[in-house]
């Protein structure tokens, strides 16, 4: 049975509650008098005085490294100076204004300055319909002078000084606050990367600047100067529509990667930004800073590539076109540009990429200045073209392994049968081989290893007539020609590849068989990439099996963490828009095939008579190899496709020179290269193919 509860207990609770309801009471009325009354004046003058904006923390850019650990991009601290608005009179402002400008000045400072009028004497700097459209913005008449409207912004900006230099630099920052905005939570950033004496000097003198904050910053550094350019690519300012696109993960002043690696791993790169409170006074002066939120920096991005190959590889390129172009080999050739890339067989993965001539990533961080800019718009050589992957090239010679691995496996020729070169072919428009321009004869009887070893034209003229294109344009695709590599690069290009199918796209003209001749030999449609041409000759190499190229080794997080190969594969497809072929055919070669042909490519390099003997004859290593001569217009474009060591491969190299005339001559690229890799004594082994009899070249 329940306890009643009486009268007099009820009561007691009431009067409990209601004394915990006076007491609480009181204590609120003693807290407010001491809020309002006591201390209400200091309180009320810490109120007025206070103010609280937030500042990002930059997340710093993520490291870029070879396959080594060797930095190629990196970020170093750097101080910016930035603005913010703050409750003082205009007088004020402007006077704070003109001496942090006498203080970047004094110390040779850069800032930004977008004024378009300039003194002493007075010119506008935009003209015609962009000066008319920028008068009626800022309501000046559309007839005054470059000095009358200077003397408008003086007054709109109630400048009271009447020297025209002191004008010019309040002008400068009054006018970007006008165009680009700025509030007390939201910066102005007036100038980047400044020295530690002018830090020391606004830090000194902080109650002389309102509004004035240094910040630090991460910019970006290229640690070898142009090496692996075109790899890494470059960085820029964002400009106004990916911002508007990007809002909510950059700002105005943020960088973004435009080419190279910097564009396409962009998402890794970039870090993520964290949160300092910054208390203030009106005046601008700082009163305290808070951490809210931690930066995070970006991914490293650790590439295939080995720094000391790749250095190697760009001198061994820009020596050979040099040698080229002064006339080294005996003979002088107007050639200025060219690419080379190395393959690790069994990955695929890129050992070197090198592009000529290069360009300077750096000139690029925080915006290229219009001279530089121009200086790369304007040169003919196309500086910021990524030979590589970005041009295509008719192969010549180096495609005959395509033409004799399809008439093999067709059968439509025997590793045995010997087909009697007489110098001019007799069919379509009887084109003649190289060796009856210079000897006025054929290479007689000659089975598939010694037509390689010879680049014997009309050898492969009769197997292309015997296959016809469809079959040796299939098996061309077979080795990935014509098609995109899907290297983890932008701006890859497919290239051309010789076939009906893409006539059609050119001409109305039913395929003749004389173009059937000029494909099986590289010419025709056939244009490719010297990365595609890697693949093939890494493909042959490795006995079919396809090799793909990549110049990702993987990608490692701030967090400690590291993207799988199926993640990094589905990322960069993605971005570059690559879709996978299901049921891809394989490309087969019979054993004793492969065996012949491979026979001939090594016969290249180590017998006497091979196009590139002269090169390799004192080479420790056995190299398989093509030499290749391309007409493309008026020029011959230069090749050498090879692999090493010859028994158990381990890299392909592929050299082409533009103009650069005959193969034999790149092959000094090729042979500098694997010396290096193999760690051999390069002084012992290079000997001028000068000595080569010039009509022992192949054309």
């Known amino acids: 049975m329940s306890k009643r509860i009486t009268k007099e207990q009820i009561n007691l609770r009431f009067n409990i509650v209601s004394l915990f309801v006076y007491i609480l009471g009181i204590i609120l009325i003693i807290q407010l008098l001491n809020l309002q009354i006591i201390h209400g ?22 490291d870029i490294v070879d396959r080594t650990g060797n930095v190629l991009a990196t970020v170093r601290i750097a101080y910016d100076v930035e603005l913010y608005k703050t409750n003082i009179e205009t007088a004020e402002l402007n006077k704070a204004i003109l001496e942090l400008m006498n203080v970047l000045e004094k110390n040779q400072e850069n800032y930004t300055d977008t004024f378009p009028i300039k003194i002493n004497p007075f010119e506008f700097t935009i003209v015609d319909e962009e000066l008319n459209k920028w008068k009626e913005k800022n309501e000046i008449e559309k007839d005054a002078s470059a000095e009358e409207a200077f003397y408008k912004f003086k007054e709109k900006y109630k400048i009271d000084s009447n020297n025209i230099e002191e004008i010019r630099k309040i002008i400068t920052i009054r006018y970007r606050i006008t165009t680009e905005g700025y509030s007390s939570t939201k910066s102005l950033k007036i100038a980047t990367d400044i020295k530690e004496e002018t830090v020391a000097e606004l830090s000194e003198k902080n109650s002389n600047f309102a509004g004035i904050n240094i910040v630090k910053d991460s910019i970006r550094t290229y640690t070898s100067g142009s090496l692996a350019s075109h790899i890494l690519g470059y960085i820029g300012n964002i400009n106004e529509d990916e911002y508007n696109k990007l809002k909510d993960t950059y700002d105005r002043d943020d960088s973004i990667g435009r080419t190279g690696i910097e564009s396409l791993f962009e998402d890794y790169l970039k870090g993520n930004d964290g949160e300092r409170q910054i208390d203030m006074s009106v005046d601008g ?11 995070v920096a970006g991914s490293t991005i650790v590439l295939t590539i080995d720094a000391n ?11 050979n076109i040099n040698k080229i172009a002064t006339g080294g080999f005996s003979e002088t050739f107007d050639t200025k540009t060219g690419a080379v890339v190395v393959l690790k067989i069994d990955t695929g993965e890129v050992l070197a990429m090198a592009s000529y001539p290069d360009f300077e990533p750096e000139k690029f961080v925080g915006g290229i200045n219009q001279t530089d800019w121009n200086q790369y718009r304007d040169d003919e050589r196309k500086p910021l073209l990524n030979r590589v992957i970005q041009s295509q090239y008719a192969p010549g010679s180096i495609f005959k392994m395509v033409t004799a691995t399809a008439g093999l496996e067709t059968g439509a020729i025997t590793i045995s049968e010997k087909i009697n070169d007489t110098g001019v072919y007799p069919y379509a428009h009887k084109p003649v081989c190289w060796y009856y321009t210079n000897y006025h004869r054929g290479h007689g009887y000659l089975n598939v290893s010694g037509a390689i070893k010879n680049s014997c034209n009309y050898y492969f003229y ?25 290297i983890e690069l932008p ?10 199918e893409t006539k059609a796209k050119n001409s109305d003209i039913e395929w003749q068989l004389g173009e059937t001749l000029s494909a099986a030999i590289g010419q025709s449609y056939n244009s490719f990439t010297p990365l595609q041409i890697a693949k093939y000759i890494a493909t042959l190499a490795n006995a079919g099996e396809e090799v793909n190229p990549t110049i990702i080794k993987t990608i490692l997080n701030s967090d400690g963490t590291e993207e799988t190969k199926e993640d990094i594969r589905k990322y960069a497809s993605e971005k570059l ?27 290249v390099t180590g017998e006497t008579g091979g196009t590139a003997y002269g090169v390799f004859r004192n080479f420790n290593i056995e190299v398989g190899g093509k030499t290749g001569s391309a007409q493309a217009g008026d020029n011959v474009n230069a090749w050498f496709a090879g692999f090493a060591p010859f028994e158990d491969p381990e890299i392909a190299v592929v050299v082409m020179v533009e103009n650069g ?4 001559y790149t092959a000094e690229v090729a042979r500098d290269i694997m010396a290096e890799y193999f760690g051999m004594n390069s002084q012992n082994i290079q000997e001028s193919s000068a000595a080569i009899p010039y009509t022992e070249i192949e054309r």
């Open 41 to 62: 004046d200091e309180y009320r003058e810490q109120s007025n005085t206070r103010l609280t904006r937030i500042s990002k923390i930059q997340g710093s850019r993520g």
């Open 285 to 295: 002066t700082i009163t305290a800073e808070y951490i809210t939120k931690e930066a």
């Open 309 to 319: 190959l790749q250095k190697i590889a760009e001198e061994a390129l820009e020596n």
């Open 462 to 486: 009769e197997v292309g007539n015997r296959i016809g294109i469809d079959t040796l344009s299939k098996y061309a695709k077979y080795f990935g020609l014509g098609e995109k590599t899907g």
């Open 491 to 500: 701006s890859e290009i497919s290239g051309s590849l010789a076939s009906r």
């Open 577 to 603: 828009g690559l879709t996978e072929e299901e049921n891809k055919e394989k490309l087969e070669i019979k054993p004793e095939n492969l065996e012949a042909i491979l026979e001939g490519m090594r016969s």
């Open 661 to 664: 005339s005959h193969g034999s």
